[in-house]
């Protein structure tokens, strides 16, 4: 079946590091992807891993995709107050026009 | 940087009413979506657009939905005859290769 499965809810103290993770079915996925959606607002894109990648590192966001396991995460090195939001892992099948599938988006919240 | 733009940004409408959603996406994107985010769920794909054609569509994408690009820029979704459980955000995408943008969506409220 299609689907991706993220943890709902994550804690972090502010200036530490915060890992959400992420589970998808679909072993023929081209590429895989994270965005940010902040209360009432839309979605944005943070990053984005194509999946013969094992790693992806752009500024304080680290991706790791594990290609066996069908596992990615993104890690927020020193995480803030507006990194508060919720997390969408998608991804992408090679077989489709390029639509994606989104997890249920796990909610980040930071506290001083 | 160009981005993809929506209107409106939030629509009220009457049960049963006709409702059309705009989109503006990135002028030399190709490939066209939109997608639904009813409230507190996830965001759940419609339809793909490509060379002036659904390329794909899933099982919400009933025949009360339509898409059109009636000119060089704008991407239309308009929905016939709404039903309550049409309410929620609605966001268009666009892609040349990847990623795909997204607007900042509309938010569509049936009354």
């Known amino acids: 079946g299609e689907d991706v499965e993220q943890s709902l809810f994550l804690s972090v103290r502010e200036g530490d590091s915060s890992v959400i993770n992420c589970t998808y079915t679909?072993?023929?996925?081209?590429?895989l992807y994270w965005y940010k959606q902040e209360p009432g607002a839309g979605l944005q894109l943070l990053t984005y891993?194509?999946?013969?990648?094992d790693m992806k590192q752009d500024q304080r966001l680290t991706v790791l995709l594990n290609k066996k396991d069908k596992h990615l995460s993104l890690r927020i090195a020193d995480t803030q107050t507006g990194d508060s939001a919720i997390y969408f892992c998608?991804?992408?099948?090679?077989?489709?026009?390029?639509?994606?599938?989104f997890g249920a988006g796990t909610q980040v919240v930071v506290t001083p | 940087e160009p981005e993809v733009t929506q209107t409106p940004s939030h629509q009220v409408t009457q049960m049963g009413q006709e409702v059309i959603l705009r989109c503006v996406p990135i002028?030399?994107?190709?490939?066209f979506y939109w997608y639904r985010q009813i409230l507190g769920q996830k965001v759940e794909f419609l339809v793909s657009?490509?060379?002036?054609?659904?390329?794909?569509k899933s099982e919400i994408f009933d025949d009360q939905f339509s898409v059109e690009r009636p000119d060089g820029s704008n991407f239309t979704l308009k929905i016939r005859s709404t039903k309550l459980e049409d309410s929620a955000m609605y966001f268009c995408?666009?892609?040349?290769?990847?990623?795909?943008?997204f607007g900042d969506g509309t938010r569509l409220s049936i009354l």
């Open positions: 995408a666009s892609r040349e290769g990847q990623p795909q943008h």
């Open positions: 998608a991804e992408s099948y090679s077989d489709s026009w390029g639509k994606l599938q």
């Open positions: 679909d072993s023929s996925s081209t590429y």
């Open positions: 002028s030399n994107h190709l490939y």
């Open positions: 657009f490509y060379n002036n054609e659904i390329s794909e």
């Open positions: 891993i194509f999946s013969n990648m």
